[in-house]
């Protein structure tokens, strides 16, 4: 290989964590996000770039030579920002929330300060206990069963997200179920949402090794606000079991993606377990809704799931990633996802005595991602955790309102949350290019053009979701800094919009 | 539910961005960093909490009202601090480094501030565009063949860690595979590494689905340095292709996790491409030392490999988490890990001219963690870099030289980096209790007592392995703030233990 004195000499010794440097550079990039937060409703909030914007900014390799962070943050403003979508803009209500906070933002930066690496209780005692502690405050704020706090015998992780709480989950069923039957039978197991389930549970059956074809998807309807229906699931189910298979898991939703649909988990509860299913409840979006009393009733039912799941990291201030699972029984988890190789083994995981969360989760390694959370709650208090999300809540009830003053859109399916689903109801449209669809199909198309030139107008940006055949607009109101004013303004735009846009049919 | 008037007045309303509140309290914990970090090597090194300490610490349940951040802080630093095992401590040494940096830490508050989601393209386009730019840049520092690079047809995706890689690449080979054999077929899949290969492939293994009958450990001795030979792993395959068992994934290891031991890529990769078989390629220690020239040879062979990944959180600065992964072929990755539910659908994803990082991870959701990699090799530059990962493998040499100076103390692998394996030297041990153990045993058991002795002391932290029946301490050099006085500060405080521990013998 030769000694290569020529490049061995190059550089200089460099001191990645000088207490000074980092103070001075911390203060530079503090200074720097503030700015960011004071100007970010100027910024168009879907990015405008096109593909490929970036590569023809940046060099094609890494630099020889150091580069001052002044010059660093300049390209971040030049070349960074105009490529991000504003998910923190007031005048974001697209897909659901990301939501930031100072308190969040300060947990994170603790959590990277101390750097460490929380895969058992010995490698930093703080990380794994913090985390069970605050688990159980949130749980309590949650009313979730005691089965589910330590002090009850279960217990809560964090995850990163959802995907992981499911696929960790499905996981432990899985093997539960293999240990019993065999597992020379892992094709014949069989895995059940709704139409309206997130993709998260696919993906984690994928991963899983459940058979494609036992990914059961069951019809909802716009009758039952697209809440999955015990009856269905039963026959769904019924007709699984003739075929010789065998039901596994079920993953219930309180706030789908597409329109925040319920499914009503005491039914679903009951038919699964008459199987033995494993019940999930991914209530992603909508749990944090419910440490408010009068929004915990979308988890009656939940005591006779083995696990709940939602993410903090959406509309409870701990910015992503955070996904808060409890599980009532953690040794099937252990069971599964455990490993103990000796080169962790320590006295203190030896006794049995404490958690060693690397067996609650994919990865070994994690971050200390309590921090976060413990920051939000003691920072905001609960109080003013619930005032805060009420007040999205009424907002969401304003534009709703707002809809109703406007004979031309409707709201499509009824709002339980913060998120309205509603459109441009459905019309005679002239013209030549609309003569061989149907009236159904026009009024969606319509609705797909108004959405798009709204969000390419860059003043506000919604997403979209198709329920039932219907296309719909949504409406979710959750970034940090969404005043009332702004949802005002964002119904003026659609209106302005829609305006144009039908004047030109 | 009713209206709940008297729960429905508490709180105030929050403004949880409020710009000018978030630049105040962001300065704060600035300042607390930077003293923790002018601190750090003040604390014991392995926290000295007893299980269970926090909980006598912390009340019950959530505060309702609001705390200011500056009591919190006193909280974490009279609560947080003594229950954190200090993994950015000069004087930490155990495991592998989670090496911090403040272009690192910047990274992760740019990246926590914007708090983007960047599943696809369109959720933040410079999220997707930096990560692809920047795993180019990284794959051309590490000479990693074109077929690798998105330049070359092969692309790289920075996942959390290796854990999320092996599992990744596992289900992609696993489908891979099926589609082939027929899915009734997967209790036949074989999963081969050494008995050093990190627990995550045998917990990749667990979660795909791979029958646990079918996970192989091949046997490493020392006299290949516990490297797995060519030859072992063939009459592992002949004997299981005999048994009408399918072969399907090789992990081969640059720099085990027990002894930085490296896996011959070349010959490995021989035997398993006859037969079809996967062959992953971990560096999570280890790959960082291969961007300097003269270390690069430890990746020979890797151009036959299917895919390749480090870990950038361990010894190259970004802090957690940061695993870097490249594969020769995007595809087969995405169609096992590809979904694509309407309420995700857009112009950009349609056209499919964008990556969707989505389709090449386990979650939907994720952060923006090119932005640490770039700030990295942007403040450092690569010729610092290198001689910066010099610089540690540099003392562990001196560390080497000091055991050699001790004829107590034997040096029990050859070091390959910046990890070195030692213990003392097996001796004749008098006294009743060394009775009825060999002479390996209680050598063995001398060396286990040695190291939880220097471990209480809270001075220096290391750990252990257990290779070929040898109990052995590793010196891991890499934390960021190390510098050759702390080793060979260690060096002279392993020493005063030992005379004190053998004085008892």
Redesign the interface.
């Known amino acids: 290989?030769?000694?290569?004195p020529e490049?061995?000499s190059?550089?200089?010794?460099?001191k990645?964590?000088?207490?000074?440097?980092?103070?001075k550079?911390?203060?530079l990039?503090?200074?720097?996000?503030?700015?960011?937060?004071?100007n970010v409703d100027k910024y168009p909030v879907?990015?405008q770039?096109e593909?490929?914007?970036?590569?023809t900014r940046?060099p094609?390799?890494?630099?020889?030579?150091?580069?001052p962070?002044e010059e660093?943050l300049r390209d971040?403003q030049k070349?960074?920002?105009?490529?991000?979508?504003?998910?923190?803009s007031p005048n974001y209500f697209a897909?659901f929330p990301?939501?930031?906070?100072?308190?969040?933002?300060?947990g994170?930066?603790?959590s990277?300060?101390?750097?460490?690496?929380g895969f058992n209780?010995?490698?930093?005692?703080?990380?794994t206990?913090?985390e069970s502690?605050?688990m159980?405050?949130?749980g309590?704020?949650l009313q979730l069963p005691s089965e589910f706090l330590f002090s009850g015998g279960g217990g809560g992780v964090l995850q990163?997200?959802t995907?992981?709480a499911i696929?960790c989950t499905m996981?432990a069923a899985?093997?539960q179920m293999l240990r019993k039957i065999g597992?020379?039978n892992?094709?014949k197991l069989v895995v059940y949402g709704s139409d309206q389930t997130?993709?998260?549970l696919?993906?984690a059956a994928?991963?899983?090794?459940?058979?494609?074809d036992n990914f059961r998807a069951v019809s909802t309807s716009r009758d039952t606000a697209f809440g999955l229906t015990a009856e269905a699931l039963r026959a769904q189910i019924e007709s699984d079991v003739e075929s010789g298979l065998v039901p596994l898991f079920l993953c219930a939703t309180i706030g789908t993606?597409?329109s925040t649909a319920v499914d009503p988990l005491t039914p679903l509860c009951a038919v699964a377990k008459e199987l033995g299913i494993w019940v999930h409840v991914d209530a992603a979006y909508a749990g944090s809704a419910c440490i408010?009393?009068?929004?915990?009733?979308f988890l009656d039912g939940v005591e006779n799931a083995d696990s709940f799941s939602f993410n903090a990291?959406k509309w409870f201030?701990t910015?992503?990633?955070c996904c808060c699972l409890w599980v009532k029984n953690p040794s099937a988890l252990v069971k599964?996802?455990s490993?103990?190789?000796?080169?962790?083994?320590n006295?203190?995981s030896d006794?049995k005595?404490?958690i060693d969360y690397k067996d609650w989760q994919?990865?070994?390694?994690r971050?200390f991602r309590s921090?976060k959370l413990w920051?939000v709650?003691?920072?905001?208090?609960?109080?003013?955790?619930?005032?805060?999300l009420?007040?999205h809540i009424k907002m969401a009830k304003n534009f709703q309102g707002l809809i109703g003053t406007d004979k031309r859109f409707e709201v499509v399916v009824p709002r339980n949350f913060a998120t309205v689903c509603f459109r441009i109801s459905p019309i005679e449209i002239g013209g030549n290019q609309q003569m061989n669809v149907s009236k159904e199909e026009a009024t969606n198309n319509v609705n797909a053009k108004l959405l798009e030139i709204i969000n390419e107008s860059g003043k506000i940006y919604m997403?979209?979701?198709?329920v039932g055949g219907v296309y719909v607009m949504?409406f979710a109101v959750g970034a940090?800094?969404t005043e009332n004013r702004h949802v005002n303004l964002a119904w003026n735009i659609v209106q302005e919009h829609a305006n144009a846009l039908l004047n030109t049919l």
């Open positions: 290989m030769g000694s290569l490049i061995r190059e550089g200089t010794l460099i990645p964590l000088d207490p000074e440097e980092f103070r550079q911390g203060h990039v503090i200074d720097f996000l503030a700015d960011y937060y004071k879907r990015s770039v593909p490929g914007y970036l590569k940046l094609d390799s890494a630099p020889t030579n150091p580069e962070i660093i971040v070349d960074i920002v105009p490529g991000l979508t504003h998910w923190q897909y990301s939501s930031g906070s100072i308190a969040g933002f300060l994170e930066m603790l990277t300060g101390f750097n460490v690496v209780w010995m490698s930093s005692p703080a990380a206990e913090l502690i605050v159980d405050w949130l309590k704020m990163g997200t995907c992981e696929l996981v899985r093997d597992r020379e892992i094709n997130h993709s998260a696919q993906k994928q991963i899983a090794g459940i058979n494609p993606t597409s408010c009393p009068e929004y915990r009733h990291h201030l910015t992503l990633d599964a996802l490993t103990y190789p000796e080169y962790l083994r006295k203190a006794t005595q404490v994919i990865t070994l390694s971050r921090l920051l709650l003691r920072s905001y208090g609960v109080a003013n955790l619930r005032k805060f009420r007040s997403t979209h979701a198709v949504r940090s800094l």
